[in-house]
C-alpha cells in the first residue's frame, strides 16, 4: 500500500522540491502540497498522512499534529546554531559564509528536535543563488528520510546539543534601514552582506532621503 505524505509550504520556489519528489516516489507514496493551516487540519481528517514535511512554514503546528504524526521540518543553518526566524538574512548579516540545510523531527519546541539529516552549503553570491543551493540539498535531504522511512518506518534522530545552540530573531521591515551612520561604523564587506542578505524575497535594504522617500537597494559590489 501506498504511503500519504504532506509536502508543506506556500512559497513558490519550494515548489520545485514538491515536483522532485511526487515524481520521483510516485509508484511508493503519494505527496499532497499543502499550502494553508487550513488545509493542513483538513488533510489531517481526510487521509491520515504517514509523515509531513515542512520548508518556510510560518504557522505554528499544534501539539496535536506533532505528537499524533511525524512531522520532519527544514530549516536552512547547522542546527542546534541559529535556531529561530529570518535564518538566511541573519546568517550573511552575521558575515557567515557557510551554512547547512538541516532536516528534522519537530517536537513542541522550535528547532529543537532531533536531527535526520545536515549536509553543508555556501552563503556566498546573491540570494538567489543561496535559495538555488538550498532547494539542491532538499531534494537530496527529503529523498534520504523518504527512502529510510519507506524502508524502516518512522525515523530516529539525534538529539541536539544544547550546549551550542544559538538563537535569531525574526526580522522586521525597518531593520532593513541603512543608516548615514552605517557608512562609518562598518566595513563595505558588511554593508555588502546586509544588501545582498535582503534581497528578494525580504524587505530589501534602503536609506531614507529627502521628504522621507526610500531608495532601495537590490545589488551591490564592494572592493
Wanted: aromatic share 14%; net charge neutral; glycine share 6%.
Amino acid at each position: 500500500m501506498k504511503k500519504t505524505f504532506f509536502f508543506c509550504s506556500y512559497k513558490e520556489w519550494t515548489f520545485q522540491i514538491y515536483d522532485y519528489l511526487k515524481e520521483k516516489y510516485k509508484d511508493k507514496a503519494d505527496f499532497h502540497l499543502i499550502k494553508t493551516r487550513g488545509e493542513l487540519r483538513e488533510g489531517i481528517k481526510k487521509s491520515a498522512p504517514d509523515m509531513i514535511f515542512f520548508i518556510w512554514w510560518i504557522w505554528i503546528v499544534e501539539k496535536e499534529i506533532v505528537n499524533k504524526v511525524t512531522c520532519i521540518n527544514l530549516h536552512p543553518t547547522p542546527l542546534p546554531k541559529y535556531r529561530g526566524g529570518s535564518a538566511i538574512p541573519n546568517q550573511i548579516i552575521n558575515g557567515e559564509t557557510k551554512s547547512a540545510v538541516t532536516l528534522f523531527i519537530m517536537n513542541e519546541h522550535i528547532d529543537k528536535g532531533p536531527i535526520l539529516w545536515q549536509e553543508e552549503f555556501s552563503l556566498e553570491g546573491d540570494l538567489h543563488e543561496v535559495f538555488s543551493r538550498i532547494i539542491e540539498k532538499a531534494k537530496i535531504g527529503f529523498s534520504a528520510v523518504t527512502d529510510s522511512y519507506l524502508e524502516n518506518g518512522r525515523p530516529i534522530g539525534t538529539p541536539q546539543d544544547e550546549s551550542k545552540a544559538t538563537y535569531c530573531k525574526q526580522r522586521t521591515p525597518d531593520q532593513s534601514e541603512i543608516k548615514i551612520s552605517d557608512f562609518e561604523n562598518f566595513t563595505a564587506l558588511q554593508l555588502h552582506n546586509k544588501i545582498r542578505a535582503l534581497q528578494d524575497p525580504y524587505p530589501n535594504a534602503f536609506v531614507v532621503c529627502k521628504n522621507g522617500t526610500r531608495l532601495y537597494f537590490q545589488k551591490s559590489e564592494h572592493g
